[in-house]
């Protein structure tokens, strides 16, 4: 049995129309049913992960010592709320940091958790091509940063900032301008037109996407 009543499509469709409802947040939960955490939780994961944010996962996330810890001193440290860490490094929700939080305050081992590749926690150096490709295996091929950083072996941030980045300044804005390697900043004109190109071909992907998504959204509303 699935841990929501709702669909990822159902939850989308209410996140919109509580945008356009003008209500309070406690109050449109209340008429439907929903605690307003939860809506909170459900904006907060369509952000960062768009659709696949608001789906039930098919297995519990695994995390790593490292990350725990990372959460938890950065908590107590002063950087974020809960649910502001939840968002900064990929957790499902608050109560995952609140409880890393009082294990390490009740001097109770942090450890990994068992039976995942664990996500990286320490940036690594990359390539343009590199960060190219796990752009376009979040948004051609509609993956979720942890997933991207799974695969490729990057942290959680370095996958987020560089999808965030081609989406607002394009395939350029991912080339390494800190002087390391020359040559990646020295790009030609064929060599812009070519990564548009090819950045356009992964947007039709996502359009495509969007657009059925769109049709199956209209569909729902005619029903309720």
């Known amino acids: 049995m699935p841990r929501s009543k709702f669909t990822a499509l159902e939850k989308l469709k209410l996140l919109d ?4 409802s003008g209500l309070p947040r406690a109050t449109y939960a209340r008429q439907h049913g929903i605690g307003k955490s939860t809506l909170a939780r459900w904006s907060m994961r369509y952000r960062r992960d768009g659709l696949e944010g608001l789906e039930e996962p098919k297995k519990n996330n695994h995390y790593s010592k490292e990350l725990k810890q990372t959460v938890v001193f950065a908590y107590l ?3 974020g709320t809960f649910d502001e860490l939840t968002d900064k490094y990929g957790l499902r929700n608050g109560q995952q940091a609140k409880e890393w939080v009082d ?6 081992s942090l450890t990994a958790s068992p039976s995942r590749k664990q996500v990286p926690t320490v940036r690594r150096k990359t390539t343009f091509e590199e960060r190219i490709e ?3 295996y979040v948004v051609k091929h509609k993956h979720s ?5 799974e695969r490729f072996q ?3 941030q370095q996958a987020r900032s560089w999808v965030l980045k081609a989406k607002s300044g394009g395939y350029d804005a991912l080339v390494d301008n800190r002087g390391y390697h020359k040559d990646e900043f020295e790009l030609t004109d064929l060599d812009k037109a070519n990564l ?7 947007e039709l992907k996502d359009k495509e996407l969007v657009e059925e998504f769109a049709k199956k959204l209209l569909e729902l509303q005619r029903k309720g």
């Open 77 to 79: 440290n002063g950087e």
């Open 103 to 108: 294990q390490y305050n009740g001097d109770k």
């Open 145 to 149: 940063y942890t997933e991207a950083a």
């Open 196 to 202: 548009r190109i090819r950045q356009l071909e992964a």
């Open 154 to 156: 990057v942290s959680y």
């Open 134 to 136: 796990v752009v376009e």
């Open 17 to 20: 129309d509580f945008q356009k």
